[in-house]
């Protein structure tokens, strides 16, 4: 008797553990940027999308990680923003001068990379998601994968860095020149398991519509050794849903109403 009560102890507490484990992490975003309803971001104390107060939010909440996007001017600075624009100046096409003076909607100045990575190096519980967003030239696109790569290798952060990309060029230049065992996910949401496989990628990073059509992805991508993560939820359904078939990673604009439901 004594003995069949240790195992069934034993197999209880092997499925808490495997129900621990499928807990999906949090990642944070463009950071954590949302504030309450009739809060204006008129201050660099207020968050914004992808400002340095987004990142310092996320962590202060201990989301896993804290996504960002990045741009490269075409004199070789790379900046962070999601749209190709900030204030009407397009990135890809400018010189850094004219983009650097950039505000954005909190009142911080648009951050340069390097600025950026430099702030992660005071977070060090936080991990590092980056995406490099398809630019219209693709040597920048290519130089801006590099750049970043040296970048996140200057500031010691590869062991907590995951890259993110819409675009299959920046996809095979980060899978050909990341160190080995850097995860690297893909966005765009068409190709299946077995190609992300193929071409050697951590996983799929795609919308989470493409998880409720295809189901059948989550567990081919767990039987494959890749990972899933699904972006960007934020209705408590959907948030349910991605957490309910076993997504690994989940991209929301609110992490703390995801941690809530995960406690
Ligand atoms: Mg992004």
Redesign the pocket.
Known sequence: MKVLRTIVCAAAAMISLAAVAQKPLVVA??GYWKHGKGIKAETATISSQNSIRSLCKADSIHAWGS???IWMSKDGQVFIN?DPTVNGVEIQKSLAKDVAGQKLPNGEYISTLDQYLQEFTKHPNIQVVL?V?PHADLIQESLCVMKALAMVKHYELENRVTY?TFSPNAMCELLKYAPKGTEVYY?NGEMPPAKLKEIGAAGMDYHHSVFKAHPEWIKECHDLGLKTNA?TVNKKEDLQWCIDNGIDFI?TNEPELLQRMLK
């Open positions: 975003h463009r996504e960002f996007d999601h995406e967003k993110i966005l972006w991209t």
